[in-house]
């Protein structure tokens, strides 16, 4: 990723808004850059740095601690999330936090605790509960609202904390656990990674809106507390409990009971996805049938133990096209994962095969204009051409699935696309789309590299392009899970699915067609009853051996009331075919007021349904507050490039904006975005430096003390300031400095271009003299002078 964006948390009066645009280098296509307009500074939506104020009557940190509480009864996870709020400041505030959870999470209450009263939320229509949030909040009574920004993010308001106040908000969803080759999974996300956007503020939905929130800088440790604690209860004998993303005291309580608690001295460790494991002994797996008798409704659901993976003596030829996410927010730890990943992709390739590899960030890059066979040349050159990534720009993958999509395919070879990624984009349902609409041409293969992913998309890809995801958050796993996708793409379980409910009053069944299973975990048939349940289910379908039957017979299994989960389970698996990841044919108003309808009936949030809690107490007289985006840290191995950018070795042409917290009483915005064009597209005359402003053409442009961009964009926020002389002139306008790093990489040549006032000239040149040393520019392999200019804009903005 690469642009950044802030806004301030605290109340000042007068205020400044301070802002720095770093226009750099321009692609071979461009002809002259011209300064950003006013206009262009609310342009765009994207995340940005935190640095911490010195104003103390505001908390800019109001949320405390989180925590999960999770009960695992068989093979459905209940968990209550619990968010502690606390004003230690002067002002009454406003806290907005966006954080995620499962993909399968069926959010099914909420309630807000403030001293001794406690408010149940209630479920509203989206727009409704909003209405009735901002009522509140400007009648004085403390509120909270619950909002769904995405099937895995969330969005957190609550409203009117006053000086002193701790306020508790309780969170309460279910999921099902499926296992695969016997091995049973609990996640639990703890930070929403930073997204890429390529959309202005203006076109931006409500649902796109918390993209732009406040992010700390790289291995800098989260600013709340997080805990966690499972109780597992199996059903049947558990052994092999392992927890490998944090550090945890296991206890076994009995032959099918375990507890789960983080070690003592881990309470900031919510930079990275928990990931529970364990197995059953003998490897079993739970499976056959679970009902459910309501008083108006009766569910059920099916969980059907796959077949044994065979074999086939002959497996067709294929071809491969690797998509390889190679932006800003991969540099460092994921891309080394993803390179490792690839390298056992391309290995495991069969000679009969072929293969293409696409790179894209800010544009996209083709190994081969047609697929290459598979031979040890080709392998070394593919490999050669991704060695050389260090990931740096935007991630427009829409355009990069585009590109593989329009590959001519090879006649006679079935067709794989295998995308790896760590999701941090905002078109998830464009992507879907996209793939939606050309199943003919390709499955797709998923992989999520990193710490905390957007299992979304990652999901979400696979799911439409019927293949599978795979999340590698450590490099041992990249050769594991290079084999089994490659397992699961020769030799699938179990083909033509057919499901059948004989004597069974079935409806509402959950999928309508049932896909080829391809991993090794069980089939899901979730569905409702009428009356009492009798019949059988009934499963058919094709092994590598041949025919494949088995059914249930429901006249042996009882409704337990124990399973009351499965209705949520069943709605959200519904919802989730409608709306996350569907296109029903038809009027999206119809998809929308079903899902809106169901979220109602159930108590369910959903895009279209919130949950909101207020108090009646009247506790804010004055009516004033101060709203505050609690900061997010940098999700584990992710640097700052995901934010600031990094201008790796393309020529980029620098245009939008990035608004960042300073520590001064003044708001500043620092403004870097890229669009990379490959060297290989440039002509040779166009490499040359030129001395005007705007067009600086290198072969590797110079960076900020052999750091990336985004370190000089960081050192700039922390020390430019306002002068204080100035506040009460209310002085505004834009001064344009030119400088050059020279091939020592020393700031050099400072020179302002346009001038507002001699102070804030000279408090400009005051913090661009004492920057350190970049890492020079390379142009013929020698070090040469690079030449930038840099607007910066002070607007007055008097405080409403």
Same mark, same amino acid.
């Given at each position: 990723m690469k642009t950044t964006r802030s806004i301030i948390s605290e109340k000042i009066k007068p205020t400044m808004l301070l802002i720095l645009v770093v226009a750099g280098l321009f692609s071979c296509n461009s002809a002259k850059s011209q300064p950003p307009t006013d206009k262009d500074v609310e342009k765009c939506l994207s995340p940005y740095f935190l640095v911490m104020s010195d104003n103390s009557d505001t908390d800019t940190l109001p949320l405390k601690s989180t925590s999960a509480d999770v009960t695992i009864a068989g093979v459905i996870a209940n968990v209550k999330v619990t968010q502690v709020y606390k004003n230690e400041g002067k002002n009454t505030l406003e806290a907005i936090y966006v954080f995620p959870a499962s993909t399968r999470a069926a959010v099914h209450a909420m309630k807000m605790t403030i001293g001794e009263r406690v408010i149940e939320a209630v479920i509203q229509e989206r727009e409704q509960a909003r209405r009735d949030y901002e009522k509140a909040k400007q009648e004085g009574k403390s509120a909270s609202l619950l909002e769904q920004m995405r099937p895995n993010v969330f969005q957190m308001n609550v409203?009117?904390?006053?000086?002193?106040?701790?306020?508790k908000v309780e969170m309460s969803y279910t999921e099902l656990l499926v296992p695969e080759k016997g091995v049973y999974e609990f996640v639990y996300p703890? =930070? +929403?990674?930073? $997204?890429?956007?390529?959309k202005s503020e203006s076109e931006a939905t409500p649902s796109d809106q918390w993209v732009a929130n406040p992010y700390t800088t790289e291995g800098k440790k989260p600013l709340n507390t997080f805990g966690i604690h499972v109780n597992l209860n199996t059903g049947m004998p558990v052994k092999d409990v392992t927890c490998s993303t944090h550090e945890t005291d296991i206890a076994y309580t009995g032959a099918n009971n375990a507890t789960i608690y983080l070690k003592k001295g881990n309470d900031y460790e919510g930079n990275r996805d928990f990931i529970l494991k364990y197995r059953l002994k003998g490897n079993q797996i739970q499976s056959g049938m679970i009902l459910y008798e309501g008083k108006d409704e009766n569910f059920f659901l099916a969980m059907v133990q796959p077949p044994q993976r065979i074999t086939p003596n002959q497996i067709p030829p294929r071809e491969y096209v690797f998509i390889m996410d190679v932006s800003g927010s991969m540099n460092g730890f994921p891309i080394d994962i993803s390179k490792k990943l690839m390298r056992n992709l391309l290995k495991n390739l069969r000679p009969i095969d072929r293969f293409n590899v696409v790179l894209f960030a800010g544009c996209s890059n083709l190994l081969s204009e047609t697929s290459l066979p598979v031979n040890e040349t080709n392998i070394q050159k593919a490999m050669q051409l991704i060695d050389k990534q260090e990931g740096g720009g935007g991630t427009e993958i829409l355009s990069a699935l585009q590109k593989a999509l329009d590959l001519k395919g090879v006649e006679g070879y079935s067709r794989s696309? /295998?995308?790896?990624?760590?999701?941090?984009?905002? +078109?998830?349902?464009?992507?879907?789309?996209?793939? $939606?609409?050309?199943l003919g041409k390709a499955n797709f293969f998923a992989f999520g590299i990193g710490s905390s992913v957007n299992r979304y998309i990652i999901e979400g890809m696979a799911r439409v392009g019927n293949g599978e995801p795979f999340i590698v958050e450590q490099p041992e796993k990249a050769e594991v899970m290079a084999e089994r996708m490659r397992e699961y793409i020769q030799t699938p379980l179990l083909t033509d699915i057919k499901v059948t409910f004989p004597g069974f009053n079935a409806y509402d069944v959950e999928p309508l067609t049932v896909p080829d299973l391809l991993a090794d975990r069980p089939l899901l048939i979730y569905g409702k009853y009428k009356g009492t349940a009798a019949g059988k289910l009934v499963i058919n379908g094709k092994t590598g051996e041949g025919s494949y039957n088995q059914s249930f017979d429901l006249t042996t299994i009882k409704a337990l009331p124990e399973n009351s989960a499965l209705k949520y389970l069943w709605v959200r698996n519904r919802i989730m075919i409608l709306d996350d990841y569907g296109r029903v044919p038809g009027d999206f108003e119809v998809t929308k007021k079903e899902v809106l309808n169901l979220g109602l009936k159930?108590?369910?949030?959903?895009?279209?349904?919130?949950?909101?809690?207020?108090?009646?107490?009247? $506790?804010?007289?004055?009516?004033? #507050?101060?709203? =505050?985006?609690q900061p997010l840290p940098l999700p584990q191995g992710v640097n700052n490039n995901a934010i600031g950018g990094n201008t790796g070795g393309s020529i980029r042409k620098s245009m939008s904006y990035a608004p960042v917290q300073t520590r001064s #009483?003044?708001?500043?915005?620092?403004?870097?975005?890229?669009?990379? /064009?490959?060297?290989?597209?440039?002509?040779?005359?166009?490499? =040359?430096e030129k001395e005007e402003p705007y067009i600086v053409m290198v072969e590797v442009p110079a960076t900020f003390n052999g750091g990336?961009?985004?370190?000089?964009? /960081?050192?700039?926020?922390?020390?430019?300031?306002?002068?204080?002389?100035?506040?009460?002139? *209310?002085?505004?306008?834009? =001064?344009?400095?030119?400088?050059?790093?020279?091939?020592? *990489?020393?700031? /050099?040549?400072?020179k302002i271009l346009r001038s507002v006032d001699p102070l804030i000239d000279n408090e400009v040149i005051r913090v661009l003299k004492n920057a350190p040393l970049w890492v020079p520019a390379m142009q013929n392999g020698k070090p040469v002078k690079q030449l930038f200019t840099l607007p910066v804009n002070f607007a007055f903005r008097p405080e409403k």
């Open positions: 409203a009117n904390i006053l000086p002193g106040d701790v306020i703890t =930070v +929403v990674g930073p $997204r890429y956007s390529n696309f /295998v995308i790896a990624t760590d999701g941090y984009v905002d +078109v998830e349902k464009s992507a879907f789309d996209l793939i $939606r609409n050309n159930y108590n369910l949030l959903t895009a279209y349904t919130s949950f909101i809690a207020i108090d009646s107490d009247v $506790r804010n007289t004055t009516g004033n #507050s101060v709203t =505050v985006k #009483s003044f708001k500043a915005m620092i403004v870097e975005e890229a669009v990379e /064009v490959p060297m290989a597209e440039l002509k040779e005359e166009e490499l =040359v990336d961009l985004s370190k000089f964009l /960081v050192y700039v926020m922390e020390h430019i300031q306002y002068p204080k002389e100035l506040a009460e002139s *209310g002085i505004s306008g834009k =001064v344009y400095v030119q400088f050059a790093v020279n091939e020592k *990489g020393k700031v /050099v040549d400072i």
